[in-house]
């Protein structure tokens, strides 16, 4: 009988609307893209994270079974070099921040790097990183903000223990908490004339003096007019004038910030009448800064005495840097005429957001927020200065968007995402950062969904599916937003509706794949992947995602190379350490045909491979109410010579399929196929790529309206498309049942 056929050549992505795109699928599952047939592989899993060949150290109990790693809620791989060559990896579990302490030469090490860290709780996102020339800035909204700068942290030997004794130089808290004390200069006690030079010098009585001249010794400066504060004469006639000046000091940290000035402290004092020719120098003693001090700046007044021309003037200006944070004693001798600039009108204060929940780097500047309960102000620093806020530095967005809950740089714009409308920063430091909301209604309650995929945009998931924020926005640009999932609603809805927050996603440049991870069907942490495959967006109607199911992803980040890893999102919870040692730590995401580790015999092995499935989309052939009767099924596939397959096909939306033999991928009109890696072919080396096999199943099936099939393998292989063979006698569908 003469058959009618259907061919899909490429089978496409997850499309779960009815009525479905006749070339995409029901259910795509654990798969991949291949970019050599533009295919679905099955060549997926997880692997341990391994610093070594053959060791899993340090998460192994052997090394690390001090620390019970719990759930990953939060990872970043910060990138500080060119291609990778000095990358740290940072992670937060059971309330600690961890570094993976990985150097040429040097065991991997896990050191701690902070305790007593605010836990996310299930309607909280995890800590926000950004990284900045300077180190990698982490926020959460209730702890104070860290700098982390591991590199260089020094030759880590293999003991942990004195590996985290050298911790306190990769981290400290982030910005300047407050002024810093005043400065305090020391009391001039002139001596009387004739008063010898001696070693030290002499100091009146009554302490906090400092006598550093003389007028009358034979070895005193013979032009001390050039050098010093005060006056340079001081006649019988006038010498009861007084010199009146105050200093202020701030400090300067290794991000070549500048911090808040300290309050003015003064002193005075007034020259003898045989004091013609010399002035004062003046002894100060300066405080030292907190963590990450690099330098003190000190300022000072010119003489605002009521004796002089500048009365009341306590301006300040710029005398010098002391490059250090040990001194603590300064000799001020700078004349008034050889003073520095002097300081800024909008003077510099402390970190303006000490529970800032995101950060951002744009145009050279960080931009912080609020935190929770300042949700709608953008805090930014100077430019090249991260930790430099002055007072006037910041805007408030409207009240129509409500708070903010996340920040992207994104080109040449800083995208602020917010609980109902988007806005976009653009402009700059010198001319004025300007704000304008670009889309209304849209709410992005997932901040680490936010990824920047090459050729699309900037991908997003908001409450009701993935968008794409698209085209530039400066310049007459065109730009949209872009919904991804329009097709797709049935699975968006199964997202927890609390724990949006705890979507986590990353975007590898290697395997140009888009990972989003979601709580899915009531979870509390994520439980469900999707992928987004970059190399098949713009196909025609295909979609371009898939699913995962079985990958305990926690967390997730990306590395210069591409490779996807994760932390667990169990861990040791609620077990015993030992027994639950293949769920500590982190993993990859790689080619290898396994689901994670076993633990038995005190060892580690790994699991079967994932379960691969592919469902197409309900078939109506054109017409739903004419009956069809399917009789063939063929498959293209690329195999490696054993593979196996397990068919159903359903008709009429039925949830129970009909199954059919299980068929071996070899082809059935010829010799078989030599199986992958195990054949030697005329002596020049094993068999290892794949062969296009057609695979023809015959499907027992009476008439229908719809049709779909599925098919399921744990097999490597390579499915491309299908064809479907049916007849048709022209039979339409019965009236519908009476009432």
Known sequence: MKQEIYEVPTAGGL?????????NASVAENLKHDRKTGGWSTRLGYEKYFPYETDWSPFDSAMSGNIALGPIYSLHVAQMLAGGARQHTLFEADGSLFLLYEASGVPTTLLTLATDRHVPTT??????YTDTPYGTIITNGVN???????????????????????IGTAIRDFGFTSPPPPVDPHRNVALEAGSPITSPNPTKTGGGATTIYTFSDSRAIADGARWGL??????EAVFAKEALFGWAVSFITDTGSEGPKSTLATTSWQLPGNAQGFRHAVALDIPLGP??????????????????TSVGDTTLYFIDDVRNNVDELFIDCVRTAALGAASPIIPTGPLPAPQARFSAMFQNCLFLDGGIVDSRNIYYSAPGLIEQFDSASFFTLSAEGGGITAMYSNYTTLIV????????VTGDYATGFKVNTIANGITCQSPHSVQSIPGLGLVFLALDGLYALTGGLQGGAINDIVKLTGNQDETIERITPDCFSKAVSCYSALHREYHLYVPYDGNDRPNKGFVLHADRIGQGNLSALSTREGFPVGAIATRADGTIIFGHNTGTEGVPVVTN????????????????????????????????????????????????????????????????????????????????????????????LPVFDTVILDNKG??????????????????????????????????????????????????GKRA
């Open 123 to 128: 309607t909280e996102a995890a800590s926000w």
């Open 230 to 235: 005060g006056f340079e004469k001081n006649t």
């Open 144 to 166: 104070r903000p860290v700098l982390v700068n591991p590199w260089p942290l020094g030759q880590a030997p293999p003991t942990q223990t004195y590996a985290q004794s050298m």
């Open 581 to 672: 040692v293949p769920n500590r730590g982190l993993f990859v995401i790689s080619g290898k045909r396994s689901m994670g580790y076993g633990f038995a015999a005190d060892a580690l092995y790994p699991l079967g491979p994932p379960t691969s499935r592919y469902r197409s989309a309900w078939f109506d052939f054109g017409d739903a109410q004419i009956k069809k009767q399917v009789s063939y099924v063929t498959l293209w596939v690329l195999t490696t010579g054993q593979p196996t397959i397990t068919m159903r096909h359903y008709k009429d939306f039925s949830l129970r399929g009909v199954s059919e033999r299980t068929y071996v991928m070899q082809p059935p009109d010829q010799k078989d």
């Open 15 to 23: 499309e779960t609307r009815l009525p479905q795109t006749p070339e």
């Open 417 to 424: 995402f917010r609980e109902r409308s988007i806005d976009v």
């Open 686 to 735: 094993i068999y290892e790529d794949h062969r296009l096999v057609p695979v023809r199943y015959s499907i027992a099936q009476q008439s229908c309206s719809w049709f779909s099939f599925e098919i399921e393998t744990t097999d490597d292989l390579i499915f491309i498309g299908y064809e479907l063979e049916y007849t048709t006698k022209g039979t339409r569908v019965v009236m």
């Open 291 to 308: 963590e990450g001090t690099v330098a003190r700046r000190l300022y000072r007044t010119t003489n605002f005495s009521d004796d002089y």
